[in-house]
């Protein structure tokens, strides 16, 4: 079985949960800029959770899909369509006939993505699917996904496939055949005209005026056109140093906030580079990565102190509750 692409979108790429153990080498990280999303596109289609899948941003591809494929869409609202009918998201999906997947009008978020059960087979680059496009290396060819494009599945596991004779048994007269049951997807609470991003203090907080970290808690800032994969440029109040400050690169991390010196903050994100040189006033908590993945230029934000420990356990939660829906799914099957 296999995907065909029809028309690419603007960026669709394979991800997975990305490639460690090779920051020291200068290799970066990549991976699913919403490890959220696509940790639970897998395990909707009984995938394991760091298996890749597409992620497409903001204008989705059409793509030719064989008959008997269990796929799953979540992240992002793309307005996904098969053969024109609207494909119901957060849950999977039996493809009944080979068909036409086509994707939309960006509805909400930012990425949307697609799993198929057994995977991509594709060969993994220093034990990663994940496309890093400037060193062309990972997912398919090391690039975005071009017209006529051929990805051929994996195996699919012994839960998709009773998934699958769940879906089958259902009376449905469609292409296809969805679950009537679904996963919460991230909820992204606005207040106002904003969304509320909690940080930690960065390694050099202590190292700006006053004025400029009561700003950085206090101020809303906006995403720029020139934000991607790499990081998310931000704009608003500057913020800046009590004296001029010369630093050694070291070493930078997934939610990093530098601030280079025209004291506009960025956000590093998936495809960030392994070391940074300018000063770091914030660490955003790694719950909160897939909400900001999520948003678009122009979109607004504001930063809320919470503590190390409040950020654990934020994470710890987010395991549990991952866990629990993989045990419901499991039930369901």
Known sequence: MSIRVISPGLLTTVQDLGRYGYQKYGVIVSGAMDSYSLRAANILVGNKEDEGALEITLMGPSLSIDKGTLFSITGGDLSPTINGEPVPMWRPVYLKENSVLKFGACKSGCRAYLAVAGGFNLPEVMGSKSTYQRAEIGGYKGRMLKKDDVLQFGYPSEEASDIIKKLIEKSYSNSFA???????GELIKKNFDYITV?????????????????????SEFSITAQSDRMGYRLSGTTLNLEKPLEMISEAVSLGTIQVP???????????????????????????????????KPGDKIMFKEISLGEAEELYIEREKYITSLKIGINLRI
């Not at 969805?178 to 919460?184: G, K, S, V």
């Not at 190292?207 to 700003?215: G, R």
């Open 178 to 184: 969805a679950a009537n049951w679904y996963l919460e």
């Open 198 to 218: 909690r940080v930690m203090q960065g390694r050099e907080f202590d190292k700006f005026t006053l004025d400029s970290k009561n700003k950085f808690f206090n």
């Open 261 to 295: 010196p025209d004291g506009n903050p960025i956000i590093l994100l998936a495809d960030r580079q392994t070391t940074g040189g300018y000063p770091k006033i914030g660490q955003v908590a790694s719950v909160d990565i897939s909400r900001i993945a999520q948003l």
